[in-house]
């Protein structure tokens, strides 16, 4: 009689191994969100099988492989009790169940034997099922040690700085500094190490500055503490005669600031705009200004430096009888800074004609 043989191909084994890494990821993945993860897992493992085979008719493996579902049951339970999630073991109970095979109970140490690749699909998986158990149990380690640590720390004292109110020093260079500390190892002002002898600290400040500020710190083996502190003391001949130079001197430098930037205004006119603003004054004295006629660039002009310019020129326009006269001129005027263009920021120093 022949008997065929319950053979499994290798592309089926590898779709078996592929569909496992992937139920494993998405158990994973989604492990903070079980409600999400596990549907998604039931719709996949439906997916995957061809014959869209109900999810019920994976029951009967329980009773053809008791100790290899129970076995599946226990670790599951193992991963679900350290993961803290229902869903996790419960859904890979059932993607184990259902990808290994549904052979009998009387051949299945005979496939094991004869099979090799039942025998590769079946260590594989579990493999793959101890390394999750592995990495399941690692991970809740650490998160633990890592919460009892933080607990630990959050539960330590905090070093505590005690001072009291320091008053004006008056003519005074030097202060005797005491304040007291509690639960510290370490003590340093201004990042040099002081000695606490039984929670008091004594440091001589020298007050080099009207002003002088101080960092304590303050360390325990988790925690610190630091406060800031200041000494006041009066101002010594000298530094106030310092101050008053320093005053005169950036005074004089905001002058010469000023005075520099006033010349570079002053010097920024053109001839040419010079010679318009000109045009300007002459037209005031005009009998007929509407009529004036000015010449392009007929014109001598003079920079005199600091703002003052002479132009020299002439213009032709109607005189009191109506006839077209030509009119030479010279004018000396100043800028004064600002827009050059506005007449209000020339002054008119003088004026000839003939």
């Not at 065929?4 to 084994?13: F, L």
């Not at 079980?34 to 009967?60: F, Q």
């Not at 076995?71 to 999630?85: E, G, R, W």
């Not at 493999?127 to 630990?152: D, N, P």
Request: net charge positive; charged share 20%.
């Amino acid at each position: 009689m022949n008997t065929k043989k319950n053979s499994i191909s290798a592309k089926t084994i590898w779709k078996y191994i592929g569909f496992y890494f992937l139920l494993c990821f998405v158990v994973g993945g989604l492990i903070a969100y079980p409600l999400v993860g596990g549907p998604l897992c039931l719709l996949l493992i439906w997916m995957w099988n061809k014959k869209r085979k109900k999810i019920g008719e994976m029951l009967p493996n329980i009773k053809v492989h008791p100790f290899r579902i129970t076995f599946t049951v226990l670790v599951s339970l193992i991963m679900f009790a350290k993961a803290n999630s229902v869903l996790l073991g419960v859904f890979i109970i059932l993607g184990l169940i259902w990808l290994y095979p549904n052979t009998e109970k009387k051949s299945l140490v005979h496939n094991l034997k004869t099979f090799k690749s039942h025998k590769v699909k079946t260590g594989i998986s579990t493999t793959l099922l101890l390394m999750g158990v592995v990495m399941t149990v690692g991970m809740h380690s650490s998160e633990k040690i890592i919460r009892e640590q933080k607990a630990f720390i959050e539960s330590y004292p905090t070093p505590v700085i005690q001072t009291e109110t320091i008053p004006h020093q008056g003519g005074d260079t030097e202060y005797s500094l005491t304040f007291t500390v509690k639960d510290t190892q370490t003590v340093a002002i201004n990042g040099n190490p002081v000695e606490a002898v039984e929670g008091t600290v004594n440091y001589t400040v020298y007050l080099k500055q009207p002003t002088t500020n101080l960092k304590i710190e303050a360390k325990n083996e988790h925690k610190q503490s630091t406060k800031d502190i200041s000494i006041q003391r009066n101002k010594t001949e000298s530094e106030l005669l310092a101050e008053e130079e320093e005053r005169k001197r950036q005074a004089e430098i905001a002058k010469q600031k000023a005075e520099a930037k006033r010349l570079a205004e002053l010097n920024s006119v053109s001839d040419s705009g010079a010679y318009i603003t000109a045009q300007s004054f002459v037209k005031a004295m005009l009998k007929s200004p509407k009529t004036a006629d000015f010449p392009f660039l007929d014109y001598s002009h003079r920079n005199l430096g600091d703002g003052k310019w002479i132009i020299q020129s002439y213009v032709d326009s109607q005189n009191g009888f109506g006839a077209m006269i030509r009119t030479q001129y010279q004018i000396e005027m100043q800028f004064n800074g600002g827009d050059w263009a506005e007449q209000r920021n020339w002054t008119l120093l003088d004026i000839t004609t003939q």
